[in-house]
Structures are given as structure tokens and as C-alpha cells.
């Protein structure tokens, strides 16, 4: 791998990383009062949204849709079948519970977003919008509010619409 390609993947990690990081410090911030921290994580969250999303760009990694949702699906795949059933059995040696829990609520809801993907892709041409329903507490997406998430419980009164 060139060392540019080497580096643009590892600042799109690092940009990514420090986006999610900072958004969890401005909700943290919000939760305690302290509006004027929370304002300046939000904003450094979305400077380095868009360093990631340049770093992307410029590796060439931003193909078709088509290609871009075989790379969902495979990525998602790659999650639950292999990164997050190390992880728990990990966390399950260490007797932490609270990592096995995230870890296999993450797990739960990355089955159901690959055969989202799927399903995007085998509908890619379909012109009828569709709406999408997230679940705040787990991650897991429907396609119709539920009564309760599958997943995790969560009322279906919480889910957010896409």
C-alpha cells in the first residue's frame, strides 16, 4: 500500500473517531448544563465529520452506490460474524457485563442493517420513498415503527425517522 492511501485511511479513522468521541462529550456537556462546551464539541464534531469524509474521498474509497453498498454489506457481515463474537467472548473472560452487553446489542442491530443493505441494493431502481426508524439505545433500524424495538425493548415512541 503507497504511504498517502496508508495515511488518508488511518486520518479517516482517526477523523471519524474523534467526530463520534466529540459527539458523546457535547451530549455529556448538554446533560450537565454547560451549553458553551457542548456548542464547541458539536461544531469540532463536524470539522472533523468533513476531514474524514475529504480523506475518503481523496483515497478513492466513495465508489457507485452499488459498490458502496456491497462494502456496507460485507462490513456489517464481517461484524457480526466475526469482530463482535470475539469481542463478547473477551468481555465474557473478563466478567464484564456491561461490554457484553453493548457488544451484543451492536451484533444484534448490524444483522439487521446488512440485510437492510441487501435490500437497498436489490431495490436500488425502486422510486417509492422509504422511510427508516432508529432505535436511540441499540442502533437497531426498521422500516415501520414498532410497537417495541426487537432488539433492545425500547418503546417505539423513541425511534427516530430517516
Known sequence: MEKTLQYLMEGFAGESQA????????????KEGKTNAAKLFKAASDAEALHAQKHL???GKIKTTVDNLQDAV????????SMYPEF???????????????????MEAEKVHAKLYKEALENLDETEE????LC???????????????ICGVPGSKFIKY
Do not use: H, M, Q, W
Not at 468521541?21 to 451530549?27: D, E, I, T, V
Not at 460485507?74 to 460474524?81: C, M, P, S
Not at 463478547?88 to 451492536?106: D, H, M, P, Q, V
Open 19 to 30: 467526530n463520534r468521541k466529540y459527539l458523546a462529550y457535547a451530549k455529556k456537556a448538554e
Open 57 to 59: 474521498e481523496v483515497a
Open 74 to 81: 460485507a462490513g456489517e457481515t464481517y461484524e457480526f460474524e
Open 88 to 106: 463478547i467472548k473477551a468481555a465474557e473472560a473478563e466478567g464484564n457485563k456491561s461490554a457484553i452487553n453493548t457488544f451484543t446489542l451492536a
Open 130 to 133: 422509504v422511510f427508516y426508524y
Open 136 to 150: 436511540p439505545v441499540c442502533g437497531n433500524i426498521e422500516k415501520a415503527v414498532p410497537d417495541k424495538c426487537s
